[in-house]
């Protein structure tokens, strides 16, 4: 295995930034870039380096990290002359963190591997929470044998980390992810406004159901912001309106129906419609409220 030292990190966000500074933390050399360049700025007065391009940052890395929106996002960091397949070392492992499609990851995957690049789609789940914790769950795709010389990297930001399969297959896991847990965000908001309509006590309500089948990490996460109207984010509505769209689109082209990934699509694709899409994803909350006539947010 090789000794993976050098880890130049693309795209300093909400995710990116706590994990690079976990990395940092576990003793790699991290060089970080990102786009508005102040953020650099914070991984460096935590340890690292700031690079002013991606070029730059990717030099002499060994492993390069990609962390940012979405698929043209990723197209665009690691395309082009100033881009990561331009300039990282032949041999290097490229692990995007991002969620993008699945189709994407697999081109960008066979794209990398012509510019000499061992590619590993990795998305992640666990929230701002698990990044700045280093708990995050990482679904990984590509050569088994470049998943096993990610690990010591990718032990240092996650806890659950699990090869699931060939390039893309990662994107894959994390659609069905972003499928459950709005799923999930939806049927919480929907019981917190019926608790509400009947006053009952709603945090003795949500104690109790979190112990319970009902209970899930969607509820423990989410349930207080929720009853504090505190939507922050976190994870914004027009991310996972982004993600929706993945796991849709992928099931059409897979010939498979997903009726409640459909509707709640349309919920989320709402709370973008009216405004709410830089919130926090527990903001779902407010598109149940105005089905309901039963908030100030109409
Ligand atoms: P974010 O806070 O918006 O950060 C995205 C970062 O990417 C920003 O630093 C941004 O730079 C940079 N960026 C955006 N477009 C770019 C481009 N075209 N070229 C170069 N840099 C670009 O997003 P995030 O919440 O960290 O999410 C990042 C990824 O993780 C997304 O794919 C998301 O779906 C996924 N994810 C997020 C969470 C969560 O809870 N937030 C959880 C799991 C997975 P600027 O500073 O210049 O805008």
């Given at each position: 295995m090789s000794e993976n030292k050098n880890v130049a990190f693309i795209g300093l966000g909400i995710m990116g930034l706590p994990m690079a500074k976990n990395l940092v933390k576990a003793g790699f050399q991290v060089t970080g870039y990102n786009r508005s360049p102040e953020k650099a700025q914070d991984l460096a007065s935590a340890g690292g380096t700031a690079a002013a391009s991606v070029a730059e940052a990717v030099a002499n890395a060994d492993v390069v990290i990609t962390m940012v929106p979405d698929s043209p996002d990723v197209e665009a960091v690691v395309?082009?002359?100033?881009?990561v397949f331009a300039n990282a070392k032949k041999g290097a492992l490229w692990i995007d963190n991002s969620t993008i499609r699945p189709d994407v990851a697999v081109v960008l995957a066979d794209d990398a591997r012509a510019a000499g690049l061992r590619p590993l789609d990795g998305p992640v789940s666990g929230g701002e929470a698990g990044a700045i914790d280093g708990v995050l769950s990482i679904m990984v795709g590509g050569e088994k044998a470049d998943f096993d010389d990610a690990e010591t990297v990718l032990n240092a930001i996650g806890k659950?980390?699990?090869?699931?399969?060939?390039?893309?297959s990662g994107q894959t896991v994390k659609a069905a992810n972003q499928l459950i847990v709005a799923s999930n965000i939806q049927a919480l908001s929907e019981a917190v406004v019926f608790l509400e309509a009947y006053g009952v006590d709603t945090q003795a309500a949500l104690a109790v159901l979190g112990g319970g089948?009902?209970?899930s990490k969607v509820l423990d996460q989410k349930g207080q912001k929720i009853l504090d109207r505190n939507?922050?984010?976190?994870?914004?509505l027009a991310l996972h309106h982004k993600d929706m769209g993945i796991v849709t689109s992928a099931a059409r082209e897979a010939g498979v129906v997903l009726p409640l990934g459909a509707l709640v699509a349309q919920l989320v694709a709402s709370t973008v419609a009216t405004?709410?899409?830089?919130?926090?994803?527990?903001?779902?909350f407010r598109g149940v409220e105005r089905l309901s006539g039963s908030s100030d947010n109409k």
């Open positions: 395309g082009g002359a100033d881009g659950t980390i699990v090869h699931v399969g060939p390039s893309g089948l009902a209970g939507f922050d984010p976190g994870f914004r405004g709410d899409g830089s919130l926090d994803h527990s903001g779902l």
